[in-house]
Structure formats: structure tokens, C-alpha cells
Nanobody
Framework: QVTLTESGGGLVQAGESLTLSCRSSGRSSSNMGWFRRAPGKEREFVARIDWSSGWTSYADSVKGRFIISRDSAKSSVYLQMNNLNPDDTAVYYC??????????????WGQGTQVTVSS
């Protein structure tokens, strides 16, 4: 079993930055990442990182603006979000054991943290 605890959401203005954190406890997982659900939309993939290699993958909508990283000693992943815009407003979910087959299948979810970007 894996438990994911997120933090770092909040309200920011367009153009500002925000960093989300997610700490994992329990058994180790091969990868972790972030998804988001905007109001009235389905949950979508944002980014993921492989624990052992550090390989990363991003959604096209955030590529070049968001950076995912990991800290193995703290069993944590981070999502640095730069140049935020109102379209980034969503509940952001931390995820572990992510498989793409080609749709995404996730074994563990965090509780979600709200990110609101005002214009």
C-alpha cells in the first residue's frame, strides 16, 4: 500500500509560480506523477517521473513551464509550476504507479490540492 500526501496548493495570479509537494509513505513505487482536474473537465495527465532513472514526461500543455523532480531521501516529488495561467486552475492529484497502455492507469492517488490562478 502507498499513501500520498500533497501540499502546496493555493491562489496565485497569472504569471506567477507555485510548487506542489507530494510525500509517499508505505511501499516503494516505480514512478510518481501529477494529474489535474479542471472544473467541468475530466482528470488529465500533467507530468511523471521515474524513481530510479529520473526520466520525465510532460503533457504538451505544461511542457516548458512545469518541472517535476524527486527527492529520494524524502520520498517526495515536486511540481514546480511557472508562468501559470487561468487554464491551469484545477485540483492537482499526486499519483503513484502510473502505467500508460495507452490510456493512463494509476494504482494510488493523493487526496488532491486546489490550485487557482486569477487573471
Amino acid at each position: 500500500q502507498v499513501t500520498l500526501t500533497e501540499s502546496g496548493g493555493g491562489l496565485v495570479q497569472a504569471g506567477e509560480s507555485l510548487t506542489l509537494s507530494c510525500r509517499s509513505s508505505g511501499r516503494s513505487s516505480s514512478n510518481m506523477g501529477w494529474f489535474r482536474r479542471a472544473p467541468g473537465k475530466e482528470r488529465e495527465f500533467v507530468a511523471r517521473i521515474d524513481w530510479s532513472s529520473g526520466w520525465t514526461s510532460y503533457a504538451d500543455s505544461v511542457k516548458g513551464r512545469f518541472i517535476i523532480s524527486r527527492d529520494s531521501a524524502k520520498s517526495s516529488v515536486y511540481l514546480q509550476m511557472n508562468n501559470l495561467n487561468p487554464d491551469d486552475t484545477a485540483v492537482y492529484y499526486c499519483a503513484a504507479e502510473i502505467r500508460q497502455t495507452p490510456s493512463f492507469d494509476v494504482s494510488y492517488w493523493g487526496q488532491g490540492t486546489q490550485v487557482t490562478v486569477s487573471s
